[in-house]
T-cell receptor, first 113, second 114 residues
């Protein structure tokens, strides 16, 4: 079945550093891809999404491009802030487009002032 | 912005007791889900629900679990006889459709079984 692998965390960066969190997937068909963020003590919030190859999702300075040739959806941000400290989850829709999401392990990002 | 709301935010229960977690999905959404996240682990799918019936469930969703939409707004998850390993954050979610649409999550209900 469909699956997703994220880079291990935690990732610790200084404020204004460049962020990349790697996400690769295995899928049949054409899944939609998502990044969700979980701030401390809160639920899951959609950060961005892409529904077809070469789509770029973007929000709050974060970007990710749906790369079918490398089966990747890496999350990037040019300049992180302390307020970006959170757990980031890559996810994709399951095979058969049942609506179910399959999540990666999550990557904890800590940004220091 | 419309949101999925969940109650309670935190519940402590004794092993063997029944627990009901409640959710109010976004009003025009038709697909409803429960996920769970054991502390420090990935978010796992439990069940999806559409048109008043379960459309998919995972291996985790055994006979101890049930879901219900008792009225036009609430969506509940019942755990019949809780076990220690049921301790987790339970997320309710909803979406307009199942084809690539965004799934919106609630803030979660943290269940502690003692």
């Amino acid at each position: 079945g469909n699956s997703v692998t994220q880079m291990e965390g935690p990732v610790t960066l200084s404020e204004e550093a460049f962020l990349t969190i790697n996400c690769t997937y295995t899928a049949t068909g054409y899944p939609s891809l998502f990044w969700y963020v979980q701030y401390p003590g809160e639920g899951l919030q959609l950060l961005l999404k892409a529904t077809k190859a070469d789509d770029k999702g973007s929000n709050k300075g974060f970007e990710a491009t749906y790369r079918k040739e490398t089966t990747s959806f890496h999350l990037e941000k040019g300049s992180v802030q302390v307020s970006d400290s959170a757990v980031y989850f890559c996810a994709l829709t399951s095979e058969g487009n049942t609506g179910k999401l399959i999540f990666g392990q999550g990557t904890t990002l800590q940004v220091k002032p | 912005e419309p949101e999925v709301t969940q109650t309670p935010s935190h519940q402590v229960t004794q092993m063997g007791q029944e627990v009901i977690l409640r959710c109010v999905p976004i009003s025009n959404h038709l697909y409803f889900y429960w996920y769970r996240q054991i502390l420090g682990q990935k978010v796992e799918f439990l069940v999806s629900f559409y048109n008043n019936e379960i459309s998919e469930k995972s291996e985790i969703f055994d006979d101890q679990f049930s879901v219900e939409r008792p009225d036009g707004s609430n969506f509940t998850l019942k755990i019949r006889s809780t076990k220690l390993e049921d301790s987790a954050m339970y997320f309710c979610a909803s979406s307009v459709s199942r084809f690539g649409n965004t799934i919106y999550f609630g803030e979660g209900s943290w269940l502690t079984v003692v």
